[in-house]
């Protein structure tokens, strides 16, 4: 994908600050993010630098339902916390498959989407979903890095979704296409490592101490295994919390 820069900028390396700026979307006050909406019209969008990014180009066709982005293919209603400034009510999207956030806005630089450089981006929420940008970790034998949605944060640990999208090449006749499939994962922040959840048998692995309760949560929830599992282990990680004694854990 070609990609044009838009506005003025000088690119500096960004230090990400990730899990530590989660509470940037969530703590703000309805009356600050009032302040600042008002604040960003006043001087014009173009002028607050929320489009400093790249001139967005789709490279892809895609048929029906199948595509790459969080959620919907619409922009939808959003905050970002970008280049150490919070913006609110901005119609963005999140592209899974490029792990990219794009903003909208038809009169920037004849394109009705930027690219928003990646590491500006603090984290950024869609609707009721929260995302963070974690850098890339290390010492793991799974590391995961980019947006990361947060489901649930702990006293003593963070639940998080990577969303992730495989492409496929499609054909109806002449006509050339595309579809993604979803093949996200879940990881659980803990002594600050990322470790990847499959079952229950990893988050055992994580908490040994509390096998037999682990155990009696999840026969609690085991319908709900059946139906929803990304809701399976939020319920079953948060009932966890809540169990966990700081006094048997080190560093959490």
Known sequence: ???????????????????????????????????????????????????????????????????????SPDFLLGSVIYDGQSYFGYEMKYDVYGDELLLYHPMVNGSQAVQLIKERVTSFKIESHRFVNLPKQTGNELPVSGFLEVLLVGDHFTFYKKHRKRILKKSDRKLLYHEFKDRSAYYISLDNELTQVKSLVHIVALFPEYRKQLNDIAVKYKELKKSDLEYYFTAVLSDLDMMVDPKKEKDL
């Open 1 to 71: 994908m070609k990609r044009r820069s838009v506005g003025l900028y000088l690119v500096f390396p960004a230090l990400v600050l990730g899990i530590f700026c989660i509470g940037g979307l969530r703590g703000q006050e309805p009356e600050e993010a009032i302040i600042y909406s008002q604040f960003d019209m006043s001087i014009g969008p173009i002028n607050s630098g929320i489009f400093a990014g790249f001139a967005y180009k789709e490279e892809f066709r895609v048929l029906g339902h199948k595509h790459k982005f969080f959620y």
